[in-house]
């Protein structure tokens, strides 16, 4: 081949090489142009980052807020046994050290001033308005103590779904301190039924058991207050004492508790007296009742030689008689005492 052929073959292959390489070049742009569509439109995965980071915060605010509400219901109910108003938890909310502010009416989230807030008289208002200091979220709070906006936004229907839910919990706690209260009230020495085999917390179960007065020192007091020692129902009285054993016992009202009775009937009693070819008497539960037999005359005076004596034991105590037992149908429980 000449070298002139050669060289006309050099330039269609460079020919040949800058159109590929334009070409990449703009196929290139083309895609850094999709790319940069796709980073930065609406529907961009910058634009979905952001967006997912600011629902992340704005959620992480809003449980923030309804965690304050629930703990405010809390504290209200445990203390007077009511749900708290509008003012309880605005005063609540200024004395939280994450709250930027408490108002009455809505404020720019743009111009804030920082500081404490002080408290604020609600009167008739149905809202209030409170931020945290961390997030540039306002919410509204109504006379329900429910979140009724963010940022001016009425909230979701299907918040409210959450919020019923949170609802329910707080129900959940206003009984579980109902009966903490009632539990806590209830003086050392306390019995009650416990239908189980093992006594609930707070309570020793009612069998004799010995314990170490130093373990429950305070019901160990009680006992010692009430009857004069520690080992009242047992233990040695020194290190260690018992609780009532009342395994298979009923109790029953008295003035003067801690008094154990034997099992037991009243006593059955009765006589009769029956003179020769006489007259008869009787007394208790012995009923005199004649019958003529061989009837003898002395004189003008009839007399028997056969008595019959019936026996009724309801003559002697009215409690004989009214039940066809002596236990009457039962349930066993574990009588417990409170330490």
């Known amino acids: 081949m000449s070298i002139k052929n050669l060289k006309e073959q050099e330039k269609e292959s460079r020919g040949i090489t800058l159109i590929v390489l334009l070409i990449t070049i703009i196929v290139l742009l083309i895609l850094a142009g999709i790319t940069i569509v796709f980073l930065t439109s ?13 629902e992340t915060n704005k ?60 408290s604020i008289t ?14 540039p979220y306002e919410f509204e709070i109504d006379g329900n103590l429910r979140l009724a906006s963010i940022n001016g936004v009425k909230i979701a229907e299907q918040d409210t779904e959450k919020i019923d839910e949170l609802e329910k919990e707080i129900k959940d706690l206003k009984e579980l301190c109902q009966n903490l209260k009632s539990e806590s009230t209830k003086p050392v020495g306390s019995l009650i039924s416990y239908m189980g085999n093992h006594a609930p917390d707070g ?7 010995v314990y170490n007065i130093s373990e429950y020192s305070d019901l160990a007091e009680q006992i ?3 009857f004069g020692k520690y080992n009242y129902y047992g233990g040695n009285g020194t290190t260690t ?7 298979g016992k009923f109790l029953k009202g008295s003035n003067q508790a801690g008094v154990s009775q034997e099992a037991g009937l009243p006593n059955i009693s009765g006589a009769f007296h029956v003179y020769a070819w006489g007259s008869a008497h009787s007394t208790g539960a012995f009923d005199n009742a004649i019958k003529a037999r061989n009837q003898l005359t002395s004189g003008t005076t009839p007399e028997f030689n056969y008595h019959e004596y019936e026996f009724d034991a309801s003559r002697s105590s009215s409690i004989y008689g009214k039940s066809t037992t002596v ?13």
């Open 241 to 247: 004492f018992a609780t009532p054993n009342l395994t």
């Open 42 to 54: 609406d529907n961009g995965i910058l634009n979905k980052a952001d967006k997912a980071s600011e």
């Open 327 to 339: 236990t009457p149908e039962n349930m066993s429980v574990l009588y417990c005492i409170k330490y």
């Open 122 to 135: 609600v009167g008739e208002s149905k809202s209030i308005f409170t931020k945290l200091k961390e997030y």
């Open 203 to 209: 309570y020793l179960p009612c069998n004799g058991q």
């Open 224 to 226: 010692k207050k009430e």
């Open 59 to 118: 959620q992480t605010a809003t449980e923030m807020i309804n965690l304050k509400i629930t703990n405010a219901q809390i504290e209200s109910y445990s203390k007077t046994q009511q749900m708290p108003t509008l003012q309880f938890l605005a005063d609540n909310l200024c004395e939280d050290e994450e709250i930027e502010y408490v108002a009455l009416t809505t404020q720019k989230i743009a111009t804030l001033v920082e500081g404490k807030q002080k």
